[in-house]
């Protein structure tokens, strides 16, 4: 007996005719002088976005090959758009006084610029966007504020008065140069410590 027979060559396999019906046909290639399906979609271009072309994948191809988004469009206007695209073409403005919109809409620099720029409409009461607000003076911790007292300076002294101040007091209760004054050389550790706390507090 064998597993093969003569008649399985005659037996043919009627076409589903529904389903070749309901099968999808794609759209016919946009091409000029193309007659295959236009299966791959191709940007139409700058201002239509959204818009697709049809082509077959040979003229698809060819298409992508001379597409150009910037088609004559000046080198300014593409560098301005490239700029813009950094933040998604949102306006952006600087975080001080002159609140200029960095924008290319005439429109919004002129509702978002100088005074009338978004965030002096806001409250400010520790003038963090006046920039020609006075400079507030640091208060000292206690720490630091006995050791500036120690240098006998006030909490108003700079990095370089503390370091002249430091210089100062060591070369005069150096024990070098005091003399063998016992009261010299306790002033002489008050410095050096009090200079250290200053140092690492970052005030010199």
């Known amino acids: 007996m064998t597993t093969y027979s ?4 005659k037996i043919r396999v009627r076409p589903d005719r529904k389903a ?8 016919a290639c946009q091409w000029d002088g193309c007659a295959e399906p236009g299966t791959h979609r191709a ?4 201002m239509r976005e959204g818009e697709y072309f049809k ?16 088609s004559g469009v000046p080198d300014s206007e593409v560098a301005r758009f490239q700029k813009e695209a ?21 429109d ?9 720029g978004y965030h002096n409409r806001l409250r400010d009461p520790h003038n963090i966007f006046n920039e020609k607000a006075p400079a507030r003076e640091r208060k000292a ?5 006995k050791a500036l007292e120690t240098l006998g300076l006030t909490t108003k002294a700079t990095g370089e008065d503390i370091k002249a101040r430091y210089k100062e007091l060591v070369k005069r209760h150096h ?6 004054d016992r009261g010299s050389e306790d002033r002489f550790r008050d410095v050096l410590q009090a200079y250290r706390v200053l140092k690492t507090a970052g005030l010199c």
């Open 6 to 9: 003569k008649y399985f060559e």
């Open 20 to 27: 070749e019906a309901a099968a999808p046909r794609a759209p």
């Open 43 to 46: 940007p139409v271009g700058r």
């Open 55 to 70: 082509f077959c994948f040979k003229h698809v191809r060819e298409y992508n090959k001379g597409f150009n988004y910037f």
């Open 86 to 106: 950094m933040t998604g073409h949102r306006p952006t403005w600087t975080v001080n006084g002159a609140a200029t919109a960095r924008t290319s809409s005439p």
């Open 108 to 116: 919004f620099a002129q509702q978002r610029s100088g005074r009338a």
């Open 141 to 145: 911790k206690p720490l630091e504020a």
């Open 175 to 180: 024990p070098d140069a005091n003399g063998g």
